[in-house]
């Protein structure tokens, strides 16, 4: 190991060989979150298959999404673009009446340059619903980043102005400058946090999305703004640059430590001096002793997929984990900055080597050194996990990180609930004697 290595973060850069899921799996989320919202997915049947077989049994429910599959015509510009979406959309009205109409473009309307942004508005006119307009597709972006797509062309549908007065006073009677998060959390997941800062005397005067589109939070020039997740660096570009607003770079609120550092770097630009928050970090960690028991000493490698790596990496370092690699399909080193820095000290706190971060991985290449530094636990997908079991490596699929509930203090121990789980179902199974399928033996 260089000396570089061991006082800094290394980042490299492979080819971007790796498994993810394509971001438009972000409507599978986003649907649910927007209640009143539906999404079009504009591509082929590759688009479709991939959404109905990663969606599971949703798809059954009469999911508020549907794909637009183009065909030869569309592709070859004999069909009339403008005309094809307005009879989709018109139906979309009549059967559903969303209050928005999200447009999802994917790698075929890149390729023939369809030009949906420039369609949009003119239909938006014509049959009188927002439409708005997302590029979510695997030419640009990795899985959660769908979501950024989308939340960044939300960002600039925000009101600047509120329609209802009363609304207008809880506004002014704020302490602080208001407030926005951004970041697609489910609903008893936004209390928890507002909660939180709210015992700090700090008020959230809107999240980005909101249950309903037609909620949508005002955002004025001079507000502030904090992003839950990660991988939402261009909706906070979009909200700095756009809409004028100013970004407390925070770490994420993932784990008791981040949650911490996340509440105590929003105090401190509002100039509030928070109470009890160390007291509070004790006792959730002092809580999940009978988790960190089964993890601590033991090593991590994260193949990367869904751009979360960085801090579910940096909690389990604090947990006693080593981590060996942080894959990641992309780094912006300057959103992530505060969670960078809080890895480092994590590591620097923990006394252990500071893991690489490896942009782009190369899964193939990734196998091979999983095979070298024989980790006691891979977090990927689903496409290694099994043939890793197979071969005596332990595996948590990456995927569930995404769907649970992650944030905060008090679903810290939900994280190590996931990551846990491999560990413990092997314990069992040799309990049970069942050693050929068990690493334990
Ligand atoms: S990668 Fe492209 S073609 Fe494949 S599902 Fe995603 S948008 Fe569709």
Redesign the pocket.
């Known amino acids: 190991m260089s000396t570089a290595q061991s006082d800094a973060l290394t980042f490299e850069c492979e080819t971007g060989n790796y498994h993810t899921f394509?971001p438009?799996s972000c409507v599978s989320w986003l649907y649910q979150k927007i209640e009143d919202s539906f999404f079009l997915v504009i591509?082929?049947k590759?688009?479709g298959y991939?959404l109905q077989n990663a969606m599971g049994v949703m798809i059954f429910a009469e999911p508020r999404y549907a794909m637009a599959e183009l065909e030869e015509g569309d592709i070859s510009a004999k069909l009339n673009d403008y005309g094809e979406l307005r009879r989709l959309c018109l139906q979309i009205k009549k059967d559903r009446n969303p209050s928005v109409i999200f447009w999802i473009g994917?790698?075929?309307t890149e390729i023939i340059k369809m030009d949906l942004e420039g369609i949009a508005p003119k239909l938006e006119a014509e049959i009188r619903v927002p439409i708005v307009v997302a590029r979510a597709?695997?030419?640009d972006y990795a899985f959660t980043q769908g979501e950024d797509t989308v939340l960044a062309a939300m960002a600039q549908r925000c009101p600047l102005n509120l329609k209802n007065q009363s609304d207008n006073t809880s506004l002014k009677t704020s302490p602080h400058i208001p407030l926005v998060l951004f970041g697609s959390l489910p609903d008893p997941v936004v209390t928890q946090l507002t909660m939180e800062l709210k015992k700090q005397g700090i008020f959230v005067s809107g999240w980005l999305p909101s249950k309903r589109y037609t909620e949508l939070p005002v955002i004025k020039e001079g507000y502030y703004v904090a992003g839950v997740n990660p991988f939402l660096s261009r909706t906070a570009t979009t909200l700095m640059r756009r809409r004028k607003t100013k970004l407390i770079g925070a770490p994420f609120p993932i784990g008791p430590d981040g949650t911490r550092a996340w509440i105590e770097k929003i105090c401190s630009v509002m100039n509030v001096k928070p109470i009890g928050l160390e007291d509070r970090e004790k006792a959730i960690w002092a809580s999940l002793e009978d988790y960190i028991s089964l993890i601590r000493g033991k090593s991590v490698f994260f193949m990367g997929d869904n751009l979360l790596e960085v801090s579910l990496a940096r909690f389990l370092t604090r947990c006693g984990m080593t981590v060996y690699e942080i894959g990641i399909p992309y780094m912006d080193k300057r959103y992530q900055a505060a969670e960078l820095a809080l890895l480092k000290a994590t590591c620097d706190k923990m006394n252990v080597m500071m893991p690489t971060i490896v942009e782009k991985p190369d899964n193939y290449n990734q196998v091979d050194r999983i095979r070298d530094l024989k980790p006691d636990l891979v977090i990927t997908g689903m496409a290694h996990a099994n043939p890793l079991e197979a071969r005596g490596i332990n595996t948590k699929w990456s995927v569930e990180f995404t769907f649970a509930q992650i944030h905060g203090f008090t679903n810290a121990r939900d994280i190590l609930e996931l990551v846990t789980r491999p560990l413990r179902r092997n314990l069992s199974l040799s309990e049970l004697g069942w050693d050929v399928y068990s690493k334990q033996s």
């Open positions: 394509c438009i591509g082929t590759t688009c991939f994917t790698c075929t597709n695997g030419l």
